[in-house]
């Protein structure tokens, strides 16, 4: 069964620090790849997948097939940056999701 | 805009009750899922609904199960509500078909059995 893997629980860093988000997965295939952040007080909303190439926010992400890695980047953090950030892996065949563990991204001033 | 709206943003329930959760989405959407958020565990998938009166299994069904009587709306009953089901629960909807649609997520139901 595939597997989606954050191993850091909560990550700091300081405004203007640059921030990576570790996210590893197991499946045999060619998974759907996607980043989901919850900000406080708001719901799970889409930041990235890995099909578009695209940076959002700042934020980039690159699918390494070899090391099966989706890692999060950014920069120069910003404050506004702090949240929650999810994992999530979609099989090529369906449309179910299956997450990771989720990050928490504290930006200090 | 979509609006995955749910019915209750807060419920306390005591150990035995019978609980609904309501779930709504107004984007015509054929996918439905409900999954339950916990610290460190993330979010997993208890039951998931790709037409009306259609549903399968998530990760964890054990203790659930779910309703699709309209397009529209997906329900999660919990038959016989236990204090290990004190959780947020999530509801999402989708397009369907393969690949990297989007899911939207409704604001959550925070769910505590005393």
């Known amino acids: 069964a595939q597997r989606v893997t954050q191993p850091e629980k909560l990550l700091s860093v300081f405004k203007g620090a640059p921030v990576e988000l570790k996210c590893n997965y197991s499946y045999s295939g060619s998974p759907e790849l996607f980043w989901y952040v919850q900000y406080s007080r708001q719901r799970l909303q889409l930041l990235l997948r890995?099909?578009s190439r695209e940076s959002i926010k700042g934020f980039t992400a690159d699918l390494n097939k070899g090391e099966t890695s989706f890692h999060l980047k950014k920069p120069f953090a910003q404050e506004e940056d702090s949240a929650m950030y999810y994992c999530a892996l979609s099989l090529a065949a369906g449309n179910k999701l299956t997450f990771g563990g989720g990050t928490r991204v504290l930006v200090k001033p | 805009d979509v609006k995955v709206t749910q019915s209750s943003r807060y419920l306390v329930k005591r150990t035995g009750e019978k609980v609904f959760l309501e779930c709504v989405q107004d984007?015509?959407?054929?996918?439905m899922f409900w999954y339950r958020q916990d610290p460190g565990l993330g979010l997993r998938l208890i039951y998931f609904s790709y037409d009306v009166k259609m549903k399968e299994k998530g990760d964890i069904p054990e203790g659930y199960s779910v309703s699709r009587e309209k397009k529209e709306r997906f329900s999660l009953i919990l038959e016989s509500a236990s204090t290990n089901q004190t959780s947020m629960y999530l509801c999402?909807?989708?397009?369907?078909?393969?690949?990297?649609?989007?899911?939207?997520f409704g604001p959550g139901t925070r769910l505590t059995v005393t």
């Open positions: 890995h099909i």
């Open positions: 999402a909807s989708s397009f369907p078909g393969q690949g990297a649609y989007e899911q939207y």
């Open positions: 984007m015509d959407h054929e996918n």
